[in-house]
């Protein structure tokens, strides 16, 4: 069975195929029937026999549970990051296993910002599909950005 998402991708982008061998690995693509994207991939295919890791949406806690930067949506979202890694690290993944990214911001418009921290993490080559909702609010009137991640592994 073939697991297919399609969200907001013009060529075919392999990810790290190093890490699933033996596998056929999962595909980025953007269907030139569709806009060309902006740092993301319309669509991601997960083959069969791989391990796929859905990380809660993370924000800008500490491991103290300290809000890390108050009204500072760039250090929010290095922390929201960071988070990422720690989990995506737990799972034995990587952010080059990242197929899906799913962002909620009080603000679209700061999206330049993210971007700029989120492209320090990712392959900016083969670009992990990606959605962005605008929300009036967080689970706490300071957090300014949640990020959650699905990722793909080797099983």
Same mark, same amino acid.
């Given at each position: 069975?073939?697991?297919?998402?399609?969200?907001?991708?013009?060529a075919i982008l392999p990810l790290d195929t190093g890490r699933l061998e033996g596998q056929a690995p999962p595909r980025l693509d953007n269907p030139p029937s569709i $806009?060309?994207?902006? +740092?993301?991939? $319309?669509?991601?295919?997960?083959?069969? +026999?791989?391990t796929m890791v859905f990380i809660a949406g993370q924000v800008a806690l500490d491991?103290? +549970?300290r809000l890390v930067g108050a009204n500072d949506l760039r250090a929010q979202t290095v922390q929201v990051f960071e988070n990422l890694r720690l989990a995506l690290e737990s799972a034995g993944a990587t952010f =080059?296993?990242?197929? =899906?990214?799913n962002y909620y911001v009080l603000d679209a418009g700061q999206i330049a910002v993210v971007?700029?921290?989120r492209d320090q993490y990712l392959n900016r080559a083969a670009p992990p599909a990606s959605t962005l909702v605008e929300v009036r609010r967080l689970f706490r009137d300071d957090v300014l950005i949640e990020v959650e991640?699905?990722?793909v592994t080797r099983p």
């Open positions: 069975m073939r697991l297919l998402l399609v969200v907001a991708a013009l $806009h060309a994207p902006r +740092g993301y991939s $319309h669509v991601a295919v997960v083959p069969a +026999g791989n491991r103290e +549970g =080059k296993d990242v197929i =899906k990214l971007r700029e921290v991640a699905v990722a």
